[in-house]
């Protein structure tokens, strides 16, 4: 008996859902997102602001984009996934449309419905596209997961402490200050 046949969808797929319609697709295969949580935009708005107020001081180069951004990863059209912070160093990769690439640093925050995505689907994809450092960030287990594909290290960290990023000498974000 033939197994079932999946269709495999494009970027251009992504962009003929309902107005409205929040997806994401990884290798051919789109994966719906449900709304963030208040917690979630709470932490997705104090990181960011750490990482973009940091960069500024530095007049660094980088740009950091939230949630809803569009990244093509690998640079083709099975690839389109919303991260929900986005750092991105090499400004040639950004465009109107989004990030086409991989972003330098990538921190996700997960909700119940992605916990899988994040943890599992995300880092794989995430360190095979390219990116420099991976960030699980999850309020609902008190967990801050690092992954630094530079050196092949990770750490892991509680909402207690400080977290140093792995992309900049001086860069501590610390989570007991951002709840």
Known sequence: MPLPQHEDYTTEDIYHLPEGTRAELIDGQIYYMAPPTRTHQKLLFSISRTIA?????????????????????????RNYVEPDISVICDT????????????DWIIEIVSPGSRK??????????RTAGVREYWIVDPGKNLILVYNFDTSDSEQYTF????????????????????
């Open 53 to 77: 107020d940091y960069i500024d001081s530095k007049k660094g180069i980088c740009e950091v984009d939230i949630a809803p951004f569009a990244v093509f990863l690998n640079e083709d059209n």
């Open 92 to 103: 040639e990769k950004l465009s109107e449309k989004g990030c086409t690439g991989a972003p």
């Open 160 to 179: 207690a402490d400080t977290v140093k990023a792995g992309i900049y000498e001086d860069l501590y974000i610390d989570f007991a200050n951002l709840k």
């Open 117 to 126: 995505m994040d943890y599992f689907t995300k880092l794989f994809k995430y």
